[in-house]
């Protein structure tokens, strides 16, 4: 079965601490990857992707991600948290090929807690 | 990017009641998803909506529980009906755009 894993529930960083959510996924082929932030009683907002080409891609607030083909794992980086960062990240994939119409696997998402 | 726009943003219904949930996108797409968001839970895929033919449910989801309509591509409804407690939760719209999806702010709802 398709499956993103994100294995912390909860990652705590101090401000201006580099930071890392972790990402991990099962699914066929060569699926497209993205972040999501949802900020509480927010939708979600699209943070960045990796469609092909260079392994580390970067998003929106200063927020990139590293694809890693051999390990399928897309981990979430800042170099310097903010505490208007801390809300709760998603991974997703989207399986791609014939057949996929485009729906998102979701991981059970990650709250980042920036302390001051 | 197309902007999505959901209403109601949210309610509060009595259990056996339905409740019609409204996704408008600013652009005509061809694909749109319907997910439920469980407290504290990750999101579910409920179904899909593709214009002109019946929308595909994901496992655990029936269309008795939760019909949905495409009428054009740009519009589409998720009913949540008989409700019950365990359906509140956030309900949120996006259609497949090339690469990423776009949401909209979701619905929350709360059955009493």
């Known amino acids: 079965a398709q499956s993103v894993a994100q294995p912390e529930d909860q990652v705590n960083v101090a401000e201006g601490n580099p930071l890392t959510v972790k990402c991990t996924y099962s699914?066929?082929?060569?699926?497209?990857l993205f972040w999501y932030v949802q900020y509480p009683n927010r939708g979600l907002q699209f943070l960045l992707k990796?469609?092909?080409?260079?392994?580390l891609v970067k998003g929106s607030y200063g927020f990139e991600a590293e694809f890693n083909k051999s390990q399928t794992s897309f981990h979430l980086k800042k170099p310097s948290a903010l505490v208007s960062d801390s809300a709760l990240y998603f991974c997703?994939?989207?399986?791609?090929?014939?057949?996929?119409?485009?729906?998102?696997?979701f991981g059970q998402g990650t709250t980042l807690q920036v302390k001051p | 990017s197309a902007v999505i726009s959901q209403k109601p943003s949210r309610d509060i219904c009595q259990r056996g009641t339905s409740l019609t949930i409204q996704c408008q996108v600013d652009?005509?797409?061809?694909?749109m998803f319907w997910y439920r968001q469980q407290p504290g839970q990750s999101l579910t895929l409920i179904a899909t909506?593709?214009?002109?033919?019946?929308?595909?449910?994901e496992s655990g989801f029936v269309i008795d529980k939760f019909p949905i309509s495409r009428p054009n591509l740009t519009f589409s409804t998720l009913t949540v009906s008989n409700l019950s407690p365990e359906d509140s939760s956030i309900y949120l719209c996006?259609?497949?755009?090339?690469?990423?999806?776009?949401f909209g702010q979701g619905t929350r709802l709360t059955v009493v």
């Open positions: 699914v066929s082929g060569n699926p497209y």
């Open positions: 997703a994939v989207r399986p791609h090929g014939s057949g996929n119409t485009g729906k998102l696997i």
């Open positions: 990796y469609i092909t080409g260079d392994n």
């Open positions: 652009s005509q797409v061809t694909m």
């Open positions: 909506a593709n214009q002109g033919s019946e929308a595909t449910y």
């Open positions: 996006t259609h497949s755009g090339n690469t990423e999806a776009f």
